[in-house]
């Protein structure tokens, strides 16, 4: 089945550091990746999406590119502020089989920016 | 437009107890999707409805759990008896169709606690 890995956190940066969160997926099909952040005490809300080996999807700074040879989708952002301060979520949609339709998570990255 | 709505923002109840959480997507939108998180971990796949029709319960937990989506629109989700073990975040998302792209739109959530 499909399977998403985040890199484990939590995480904890001084502003204007650099970010990365590594995300490696299996999918048996051409999935769509994601990347979704959680600000406390709201929602899910997309960030970021690639469709396909390649894409780039970018929004708000941050950065992913859908590497099929290293299948991830790792997420960075090259200037943090106190305001990115969120959990964020990599997951991965497949049509393929029995899996059509559903999204697959990762466990999430806590990440916590200090003024 | 308004988004995925989720009612109630938190419940607390007490093991053995009856909760039902409800679910209005966004209007157009045929795919309702259930999802849980639990103990800080992964966000996982509960069921999916297209339309009134369950395309896929493989992630309901037992059958303490029953979803509902009665003339397609909204969908609400009944835990009888509630266990402890239930306690988490449940989310609920919309897509309007399989496009290929596999975009869900997630509402708010759920927190529920069982004490």
């Known amino acids: 089945g499909n399977s998403v890995t985040q890199m484990e956190g939590p995480v904890t940066l001084s502003e204007e550091a650099f970010l990365t969160i590594n995300c490696t997926y299996t999918?048996?099909?051409?999935?769509?990746l994601f990347w979704y952040v959680q600000y406390p005490g709201e929602g899910l809300q997309l960030l970021l999406k690639?469709?396909?080996?390649?894409d780039k999807g970018s929004n708000k700074g941050f950065e992913a590119t859908y590497r099929k040879e290293t299948t991830s989708f790792h997420l960075e952002k090259g200037s943090v502020q106190v305001s990115d301060s969120a959990v964020y979520f990599c997951?991965?949609?497949?049509?393929?089989?029995?899996?059509?339709?559903?999204?697959?998570f990762g466990d999430g990255t806590t990440l916590t920016v200090k003024p | 437009e308004a988004g995925v709505t989720q009612f109630p923002s938190h419940s607390v109840i007490e093991k053995g107890q009856t909760v039902t959480l409800r679910c209005d997507p966004i209007?157009?939108?045929?795919?309702l999707y259930w999802y849980r998180r639990v103990m800080g971990k992964e966000i996982k796949f509960l069921l999916h409805?297209?339309?009134?029709?369950?395309?896929?319960e493989s992630g309901m937990p037992n059958n303490r759990f029953l979803a509902e989506r009665t003339g397609g629109t909204y969908s609400t989700l009944k835990v009888q008896p509630a266990e402890l073990e239930d306690s988490g975040v449940y989310f609920c998302?919309?897509?309007?169709?399989?496009?290929?792209?596999?975009?869900?739109?997630f509402g708010p959530g759920t927190r529920l606690t069982v004490t």
């Open positions: 998302a919309s897509s309007q169709h399989w496009t290929g792209k596999g975009e869900q739109y």
């Open positions: 999918a048996t099909g051409y999935p769509s």
């Open positions: 690639a469709t396909k080996a390649d």
């Open positions: 997951a991965l949609s497949d049509l393929s089989g029995t899996n059509a339709g559903k999204s697959t």
């Open positions: 209007s157009g939108h045929d795919n």
């Open positions: 409805f297209v339309k009134e029709s369950k395309q896929d």
